[in-house]
């Protein structure tokens, strides 16, 4: 397949309204011209990032909603067909990494919605707007996993589990996929509000700031990668030492990272 121009598309993308969704909507407007149309519950977030726009403001048009549900996202397509807008991407970027504790101190409650929210809006998203994308001839389709996908640690079992069967789900699909590409993507820390449910101390917010990547250079590598077809992008030093620590020590590196987040002695792993 020849590369994919983003340029003067039409790209939905949830979790637009902050971190890598936010940086991917602006870098995509800004360099590329392109529609999005931005998903998110908080409209308020959606409204003050379209202000930041100015003039470009026209190019983010927002359709806030819960994307947990199957039904939203039929009434979304609905929405849009209605007013012709047919779209080129789908980028699914919603997601939320609930406090870390341990599996026994989680509310079963708790965990479906993660698992709702970080896995399953992505299947809904792609069951609803595949069959349209795939109608135009061709498209892509990116999928916003986790690092937490390439090495399991303790106190993460919802969020590891929907992440790991996003990307998995995400892998599955590009293999079948002939028509749409499909990328899935796993980063490490990166500057954004991810950790906003978490314990932290100024001085560890400030230390995890440091090891974070910049969520705006993360974007443009996704674009990069996505453009070339790739089917997996992992971005960040922690991710690409996750991934290669497992691929080793299979067994021993969940125990490792493990013992290595306690041993930080930082408040947000104090459960774990």
Known sequence: MKAFDFTNKTVIITGANSGIGKCLAKELITKYNATIIAVARNNDKLTAVKNELNDKSHLY????????????????????????????VLINCAGVLPPFNKFENVLVNDFTSVININFLSAVYGVNTFLPIIKSK????????????????????????SSKVALERFSTSLAVEEKVVSVTTVMPGFTKTDVMRDQTQTDKE????????????????KIIKKASKRKRRVITGFDAHFMNFIYKVFPNSAPKFLTWFLKKSKFSTFKDI
């Open 61 to 88: 048009i927002t359709y806030p909603f819960s994307v947990d549900k199957l039904e939203n996202w039929q009434n979304f397509e609905k929405e849009l067909s209605s007013k012709g807008i047919v779209p080129d």
């Open 137 to 160: 001839g061709d498209g892509v389709i990116i999928n916003v996993s986790s690092s937490s996908a390439l090495c399991p640690f303790a106190g993460v079992s919802a969020y590891t």
């Open 205 to 220: 917010k400030g230390v995890i700031d440091k090891i974070s990547a910049d969520a705006q250079k993360v974007a443009k």
